[in-house]
């Protein structure tokens, strides 16, 4: 099996800095794209960031300039950067795995979710 374990989250003032970190383990083959997404209370989850295997990044309007998502290919970890944070970033922030594990003599991919981690922003 597949198992997505996050770290990193807490309390921070408006304008300070938190990185999340989603380390991926199990029979994995190949890791095709990494992402982290987030709720707010009373609203819907949303993605913040993603990567793919070629390196590629893409972020939320919101979060453009002050999160940077990057991964550790060898520990099959997934972080985020967060700078700037403003009290709106308040969420659990999720990270999402796209990856193909080994099954037998072959392989299955699949997507896979972390347990969450709280990020509170506030004074």
């Known amino acids: 099996q597949v198992q997505l374990v996050e770290s990193g989250g807490g309390l921070v003032q408006p304008g300070g800095s938190l990185r999340l970190a989603c380390a991926a383990s199990?029979?994995?083959?190949?890791?095709?794209?990494m992402a982290w997404y987030r709720q707010a209370p009373g609203k819907q989850r949303e993605l913040v960031a993603v990567i793919t295997s070629g390196g590629n990044v893409n972020y939320t309007d919101s979060v453009k300039g002050r999160f940077t998502i990057s991964t550790d290919n060898a520990k099959n970890t997934v972080y985020l950067q967060m700078n700037s944070l403003k009290p709106e970033d308040t969420a659990v922030y999720y990270c999402?795995?796209?990856?193909?594990?080994?099954?037998?003599?072959?392989?299955?991919?699949?997507?896979?979710w972390g347990q969450g981690t709280q990020v509170t922003v506030s004074s």
């Open positions: 199990g029979s994995i083959f190949r890791t095709h794209v």
């Open positions: 999402k795995a796209d990856l193909s594990r080994i099954m037998g003599l072959s392989w299955v991919r699949n997507d896979y």
